[in-house]
Nanobody, 126 residues
């Protein structure tokens, strides 16, 4: 089992920044990638970005490219989501998720992730 705990959410004005953290514990050695998703009220959960533990390769959804950055601290088993130039449309509950899968993974799809955090609210005011 892997436990994920997000932190760092809050209220920020448009144009501001926040950094979310996702601390992993438990059988973290089996994690192959950590993803970030978000869900706004009345909307489907959507992919934000992902980082592979091996090599640190990242990818992002188009709407956050150039504004959001995912990084990791292997020693702390923690992944970060740095969010800059925030917009009201970024308002959502943000979730981190861990994937243990090695092949055939589509990281943009939530079903390929095995563990989820409880979520942290991000609210961007205009």
């Amino acid at each position: 089992q892997v436990q994920l705990v997000e932190s760092g959410g809050g209220l920020v004005q448009a144009g501001g920044s926040l950094r979310l953290s996702c601390a992993a514990s438990g059988r973290t050695f089996s994690n192959r990638a950590m993803g970030w998703f978000r869900q706004a009220p009345g909307k489907e959960r959507e992919f934000v970005g992902v980082i592979r533990w091996s090599g640190g390769i990242t990818s992002y959804t188009d709407s956050v490219k150039g504004r959001f950055t995912i990084s990791r601290d292997n020693a702390k088993n923690t992944v970060y989501l740095q969010m800059n130039s925030l917009k009201p449309e970024d308002t959502a509950v943000y979730y981190c998720a861990a994937s243990n899968r090695a092949v055939g993974v589509v990281y943009t799809v939530s079903g390929f992730y095995d563990y989820w955090g409880q979520g942290t609210q991000v609210t961007v005011s205009s």
